[in-house]
């Protein structure tokens, strides 16, 4: 039977359960529980310290009301950041490259800044759709175009998530495959190429945190323009 490289995306299943839901309950595992104690041990300070800083810069420039949105957004940080970095590992699938998945987180949260705007500050939510100054003519043009870039924005996230990952994932497949080819007839090259996956491999998990961090500052700067 012919493989493709796109098979590696296939959500697998193993005695007719969907590894998918091991792969999202992983993450949750994985991190130590809080604990009571005033002293701790040195992985728990560390991760206290990221969350608490990566908090604050998260809603700096956000108004007090949207404070309420911390624990969902630092926990969908961590939790993106999480699944992307186990799916760099050998044998293992990345749920993150699913568009359904990503569009699943997107689309709730995004909807949920859009009805906090309407429901708190009506007037400025529908006055985004319609930028100050704008020539009378070009009124109902502008409504029209602002309406959908409005709408585009969750499929912008969710499209941006999967895209980059399976472009990582992808590239990474086809130079391992390159390199095992070239290996017995050009082992310098093939050595090469090895290093340069290698150099890939560490590009790619800048980019499975800047993926994450770039989703959930996103949905910050929709959550900033509704509060």
């Avoid at 709408?151 to 992808?170: D, E, M, Q, S």
């Avoid at 340069?196 to 800048?206: C, K, Q």
Wanted: proline share 8%; charged share 5%; no cysteine.
């Amino acid at each position: 039977m012919t493989l493709s490289f796109f098979d590696q995306f296939m959500s697998p299943i193993f005695l007719g359960i969907p590894l998918i839901a091991l792969a999202l309950a992983l993450p949750w595992i994985l991190y130590p529980t809080p604990s009571t104690r005033w002293l701790s041990n040195r992985l728990l300070t560390l991760q206290n310290w990221f969350t608490s800083n990566f908090t604050q810069q998260l809603l700096l420039p956000i108004n007090p009301g949207g404070h309420k949105w911390a624990l969902i957004l630092t926990s969908l940080m961590l939790f993106l950041i999480t699944l992307n970095m186990l799916g760099l590992l050998p044998y293992t699938f990345t749920p993150t490259t699913q568009l359904s998945l990503n569009m699943g987180l997107a689309v709730p949260l995004w909807l949920a800044t859009v009805i906090i705007g309407m429901r708190n500050q009506p007037t400025i939510a529908l006055g985004h759709l319609l930028p100050e100054g704008t020539p009378t003519p070009l009124i109902p043009v502008l409504i029209i175009i602002e309406t959908i870039s409005l709408f585009i924005r969750p499929l912008a996230l969710g499209v941006r998530l999967t895209a980059n990952l399976t472009a990582g994932h992808l590239l990474i497949q086809l130079i391992a495959t390159a390199a095992f080819v070239l290996l017995p007839m050009m082992p310098t090259v093939a050595i090469l190429t090895a290093v340069l996956l290698f150099l890939l491999t560490l590009l790619e998990v800048a980019v499975a945190m800047i993926q994450a961090y770039v989703f959930v500052l996103l949905l910050s700067l929709y959550l900033q323009e509704n509060v």
